[in-house]
């Protein structure tokens, strides 16, 4: 209409001006005809102004009705993961529906798909969350709501507590008096030299441009960080915890236990050098590299029921702890007892002494428990396959010998090394990414890797991944940390994976979940 007007104002005749209006935008006479009527009510009331058809009040979706949407939406989630438009046609198809929202009949496919949009729905590759099999398993939660959380609450009161408003600022509200608490994560990542941005806008005339193949060369990073003061560093910044590690049998081999534990010692020594006046604590993910315990550590899961000659497979060192290697390359292992036990406050020998007529023999895990006053004259040596009745405690020998406090609360390596500098360790609970903020800052640096220049060699590789970690702010830190502690409130108020996740992106910012986070899960039936 406006077009038309502006038309007839620069000379155009009346009618010719409308019928060149109406053709512009691809209509002919009756248009031609309605917008001289518009125009002419238009001139004489100024308020008078023709609706829309794609205006609200010309013509309303019946997917506006919040009744309806919130039932396709409860029908569509029922359905499971593949959900399809001609599943919406056919439920709107069926008559008792139909009746109750006063439809006359069903809507068509493209139609169905306009509104699985509008009730949240997308066509695409569905993301990868941080929620896999595995992160509600019974085992998995118990640990995690009855030694993660209790021993994180333990030095959570201790710990700095940045604000949310701004993360250069300590909360005004926390107080501690004595010792800081200093809580570094641990964590590994590997760069590839080839893993570049994929999206971009394209030019259609834009030639295919030939790539590398693979992924290129590949560096791992080990490296720990704390909300206080991010990377861990000496504080004159000449000194780094970080680690940079070119795995692979031909490279510098694979990131084992022992170099988890040398790493562990170097971020140590300049803990105590640099930064006396904090306590600290290393949280670790629950890895076998990072759990591995002493060689000769008791262990259930292979002895034999009855005297034997028996021991545990070990790796032979050399007289500096490193491991020695066949000509194969594999490394050589032999036999050696297993340390003894503890019971009661008394230790226990697992081998008969000398003098003994089975002297220098493994007793047997019946001997051991007899020794412990147990009856297991009518027990087997486990049940089949291992796979005890839920709940069982005493129904085979190897079970109860894993109850047993000596046998079930034995020390990692690592946990070994920092305690003996005065380090606590915490292993967090298995497929928890989201409570270690460091993947955070992974997520932050490779994105920025990701747009710096192909890594042709080794030395741009490294460069690049060193100039992309410490480019992350800190202050970017201390909100992943926020984030991460968030999750560890839900957790504490004893909601689930899913549930978690709702409520930390729902009280995005916030450090804990208010408590009232029960009644808005049920309120928006999150389960």
């Not at 029908?75 to 008559?95: C, E, F, I, M, N």
């Not at 003098?355 to 486990?382: N, P, Y």
């Amino acid at each position: 209409m406006e077009y038309f007007l502006r038309a007839f104002i620069n000379g155009a005749i009346w009618s010719n001006a409308a019928l060149q209006t109406a053709q512009f935008v691809g209509k002919g006479p009756y248009l031609s005809r309605k917008l001289r009527v518009w125009s002419k009510a238009y001139i004489e009331d100024r308020e008078n102004l023709p609706l829309s058809k794609s205006s609200q009040e010309w013509s309303n979706s019946r997917i506006e009705d919040e009744d309806l949407k919130e039932e396709l939406r409860i029908h569509l989630q029922s359905l499971g993961k593949y959900v399809t438009a001609s599943a919406l046609v056919k439920y709107l198809a069926k008559p008792d529906i139909q009746l109750r929202y006063n439809l006359s009949q069903t809507i068509s496919l493209k139609t169905a798909e306009r509104w699985m949009m509008s009730c949240g729905f997308r066509w695409t590759t569905a993301q990868n969350g941080q929620y896999i099999d595995g992160h509600e398993r019974e085992d998995v939660v118990d640990y995690r709501q009855n030694r993660f959380l209790p021993a994180w609450y333990a030095l959570d009161s201790k710990t700095r507590k940045w604000s949310t408003i701004d993360v250069t600022q300590l909360d005004e509200e926390q107080t501690i008096t004595g010792r800081h608490t200093v809580v570094w994560f641990h964590d590994e990542s590997t760069f590839y030299a080839h893993d570049r941005r994929k999206k971009r806008w394209v030019h259609k005339d834009e030639k295919s441009t030939p790539q590398p193949k693979g992924q290129g060369l590949s560096l791992m990073v080990a490296d720990f960080v704390s909300a206080d003061y991010g990377w861990l560093r000496s504080r004159d910044g000449m000194q780094s915890a970080r680690i940079l590690f070119r795995a692979g049998k031909a490279r510098d081999g694979y990131f084992s236990n022992d170099e988890i534990i040398r790493h562990a010692e170097k971020a140590m020594t300049i803990l105590e050098k640099d930064y006396p006046d904090d306590d600290h604590v290393f949280v670790f993910d629950n890895a076998t590299t990072h759990l591995k315990r002493a060689d000769d550590a008791i262990s259930a899961r292979q002895m034999p029921k009855g005297c034997k000659d028996w021991g545990v497979n070990a790796p032979v060192r050399d007289a500096q702890g490193n491991l020695i290697r066949a000509d194969s390359g594999k490394v050589m292992m032999q036999k050696v007892r297993i340390a003894d036990g503890f019971h009661n406050g008394v230790p226990q020998e697992f081998y008969w002494p000398e003098g003994h007529e089975k002297a220098g023999l493994f007793k047997g895990m019946a001997s051991i428990l007899t020794e412990r006053g147990f009856d297991v004259s009518k027990l087997k040596a486990q049940c089949k396959n291992f796979e005890c009745a839920a709940g069982a405690m005493g129904c085979c020998c190897r079970r109860i010998l894993y109850r047993q406090p000596d046998f079930a609360n034995i020390e990692s390596l690592l946990e070994t090394t920092c305690k003996a500098r005065g380090v606590q360790v915490i292993f967090l609970p298995k497929f928890h990414c989201e409570l270690n903020f460091i993947e955070q800052c992974w997520g932050f640096a490779k994105r920025l890797y990701r747009g710096y220049p192909m890594s042709t060699k080794d030395s741009d590789l490294e460069q690049n991944v060193e100039k992309a970690l410490d480019a992350v702010p800190l202050a970017s830190m201390r909100r992943f940390a926020i984030r991460s502690s968030r999750f560890m409130d839900a957790y504490h108020k004893c909601l689930n994976g899913s549930q978690a996740a709702w409520a930390a992106k729902k009280y995005r910012g916030h450090r804990v979940l208010p408590s009232s986070i029960l009644a808005e899960l049920d309120e928006a039936k999150i389960i």
